[in-house]
């Protein structure tokens, strides 16, 4: 079992950053994917991006591309989603994920309870 806290979530104007952390704990990450995922309003849950633990190999979804950045930390068994130049469309409750095994289409085993962000225009 992982289990997964999310935190940093909060309320920032157009164009402010945020950075979201992920804690991990009950088990070591090594062969894990990490994810962030996020879902809107009234929107379907979607992928933003993934990193592979171990070697830090990661993956953006277009619409983040160049503004967002995903990094772990090793020793806090912590996975980050760095927030640059927020957009409106941003909003969302943001959710880390874990799955063990580095294909990127495979499913997350382990979710977070999920952090609100709210980008104000």
């Known amino acids: 079992q992982v289990q997964l806290v999310e935190s940093g979530g909060g309320l920032v104007q157009a164009g402010g950053s945020l950075r979201l952390s992920c804690a991990a704990s009950g088990r070591p990450l090594g062969g894990y994917r990490m994810g962030w995922f996020r879902q809107g309003p009234g929107k379907e849950r979607e992928f933003i991006a993934a990193?592979?633990?171990?070697?830090?190999?990661?993956r953006y979804a277009d619409s983040v591309l160049g503004r967002f950045t995903i990094s772990r930390d090793n020793a806090k068994n912590t996975v980050y989603l760095q927030m640059n130049s927020l957009k409106p469309e941003d909003t969302a409750v943001y959710y880390c994920?874990?799955?063990?095994?580095?294909?990127?289409?495979?499913?997350?085993?382990?979710w977070g309870q999920g952090t609100q962000v709210t980008v104000s225009s």
């Open positions: 990193l592979r633990w171990t070697l830090g190999i990661t």
């Open positions: 994920a874990a799955g063990f095994g580095y294909n990127w289409d495979n499913n997350y085993n382990y």
